[in-house]
């Protein structure tokens, strides 16, 4: 949670107001997504689908009702068709909106991220390169960077989602409290379920990183001693090493999918 938090301070440190307004932009878009699915219940009771909305003072939907039982059928057709397609409409443009911002977000912390450890691998002095590998080092600029900014990618959706899970839940809420304490008292029983789940995703993530860096390191190692593998007729050792190594990448792979797979199942 400590690498998280300071994940997110980092973000918050660069990209400034813009991440604010992009929030703002998450919570504008859900509002939009759900009076566009209030809409539905006037337009039902309109349509005599299934009978209709069976009106009910204690409703708090019953206002959504009332608003159009005063005006023609055909026209509060009309006017709760253009009311959707607006709101869709702008829901559209706002998430086009956002996700230009994530994008933005995303490239320039990636970008900022990658000149900050350049100019740092640059500055270091020569105790640094004796401690470490070249190929730690080029692994670090080009895959590691990458997986940072796929991690700003599922941060910034990760935001999305509970901004929208907020709207979503408060205005639940207003409609039924009981009915939605208890959905979330499952939810929370099915979370504390997953955390053997996360558990064991987070050691194979781990498995996955130093896999990728044994792999790295080791092929460029041996084609930069070539020379000395071919002298000393190592060939077999190596292909020995290479074989393993992918082996066990495979083997990786392979539970990494199982326990996705496993998860989906239990938790859809």
């Known amino acids: ?23 703002l932009a998450m919570a504008f878009t859900s509002l939009l997504e759900n009076f566009g699915i209030l809409l539905f219940i006037p337009l039902i009771n309109l349509t005599g689908i299934f009978g209709g909305v069976q009106s009910n003072e204690n409703s ?12 023609p059928i055909s026209l509060s057709l009309t006017v709760l068709l253009s009311l959707f397609v607006f709101i869709m ?28 450890t350049y ?42 989602s509970f901004v929208f899970t907020l709207v979503q839940i408060s205005i639940a809420f207003w409609l039924s409290a009981k009915l939605t304490v208890f959905v979330l008292v499952f939810g929370a029983i099915l979370i504390l379920l997953s955390r053997r789940f996360v558990k064991n995703s987070k050691q194979m993530g781990g498995n996955t990183i130093v896999l990728g860096k044994s792999f790295l ?52």
């Open 1 to 23: 949670m400590k690498h998280i938090l300071y994940f997110a301070k980092q973000i918050r440190s660069y990209s400034g107001r813009i991440l604010y307004i992009n929030l």
């Open 119 to 160: 100019k740092a691998l640059l500055q270091a002095n020569w105790s640094f390169y004796l401690r470490n590998r070249k190929s730690d080092l080029i692994n670090s600029m080009i895959n590691e960077i990458a997986r940072v900014s796929g991690g700003i990618q599922l941060f910034l959706q990760f935001i999305s």
């Open 60 to 71: 708090r939907l019953d206002w959504i009702i009332s608003l159009f039982n005063h005006l």
């Open 217 to 268: 390191g080791g092929v460029t190692d041996h084609l930069n001693g070539m020379k000395e593998i071919k002298s000393n007729n190592l060939e077999d050792s190596h292909i020995h090493w290479f074989h393993s190594l992918n082996e066990k990448m495979e083997d990786n792979m392979i539970e990494i999918s199982k326990l996705k797979t496993t998860s989906r199942f239990i938790f859809k």
């Open 89 to 116: 409409v702008g829901q559209a443009l706002f998430q086009r909106q956002q996700t230009i911002l994530n994008t933005k977000i995303q490239q320039g912390f990636t970008r900022y991220l990658r000149e900050e």
